[in-house]
């Protein structure tokens, strides 16, 4: 357990609903980021915080896609009228970029993700 | 485009024996790689890290080796052990850009008893 959480853990879905996730990263930790994995692929970057501020989306953010992070704790990644191509692990990461409980430079702590499966 | 992968999708490896697995970069600004280890149901986990200023780093039963020449990281798993069956990947990062890990595919490593 690295001390991120996200839920749920498993979400199935229908095509065309929102879905919301969530993840509450290690408390200390001021960097919280999103990733997307699909099986056999590493993680693919998604969106980044520095606190409550979103500082970097990815192409592969659409616009069905929006993060936030509103008191710089938890954070949340909605997905509105789902496609089958959602379908993919969900990572959260959280970091500090120097000193607490990061052992390195941007040692990044993954939450277990959220699986998503769009039917 | 720039890329991390790996040579080799699988990897089945004696228990007890060691093992190496590489990883070829080709974004030359890139100077800081890290290896993580991600079990089935799991979040990756970070295993060790190393910095373009570095050659070699030891952790714990691992050694990270980076040969900036020809953009080749590798990852040596020393006295290999059934908890270490895992898939592995390499990533990238730029330091002035640290926000962002640019990942490979992994490898898959078995240990066989």
């Known amino acids: 357990d690295t001390g991120v959480s996200q839920n749920p853990r498993h979400k199935i879905t229908k095509r065309g609903q929102n879905v919301t996730f969530r993840c509450d990263p290690i408390?200390?930790?001021?960097?919280l980021y999103w990733y997307r994995q699909t099986l056999g692929q590493g993680p693919e970057f998604l969106t980044y915080?520095?606190?409550?501020?979103?500082?970097?989306k990815s192409r592969l953010l659409s616009d069905r896609f929006s993060a936030e992070r509103p008191k710089g704790s938890f954070s949340t990644l909605e997905i509105q009228r789902t496609e089958q191509g959602d379908s993919a692990m969900y990572l959260c990461?959280?970091?500090?970029?120097?000193?607490?409980?990061?052992?390195?430079?941007?040692?990044?702590?993954f939450g277990p993700g959220t699986r998503l499966t769009v039917l | 485009g720039e890329s991390v992968g790996l040579h080799l999708p699988t990897l089945s490896v004696q228990e007890g024996d060691n093992s190496i697995i590489n990883c070829a970069y080709s974004?030359?600004?890139?100077?800081?790689f890290i290896w993580y280890k991600q079990e089935s149901g799991k979040g990756p986990q970070f295993i060790i890290d190393?910095?373009?200023n570095m050659d070699k780093r030891q952790g714990q039963r691992v050694t990270v080796l980076l040969n900036k020449t020809v953009k080749h990281l590798s990852l040596q798993i020393a006295a290999t052990q059934p908890g270490d069956s895992a898939v592995y990947f390499c990533?990238?990062?730029?330091?002035?850009?640290?926000?962002?890990?640019?990942w490979g595919a992994g490898t898959k490593l078995i240990i066989k008893p």
């Open positions: 990461a959280s970091s500090f970029p120097t000193g607490g409980k990061s052992k390195s430079y941007n040692e990044q702590f």
């Open positions: 408390s200390e930790h001021n960097r």
């Open positions: 915080f520095q606190n409550e501020a979103q500082l970097e």
């Open positions: 974004n030359s600004a890139s100077d800081y």
């Open positions: 190393i910095r373009s």
């Open positions: 990533a990238e990062n730029k330091m002035d850009s640290n926000y962002q890990l640019i």
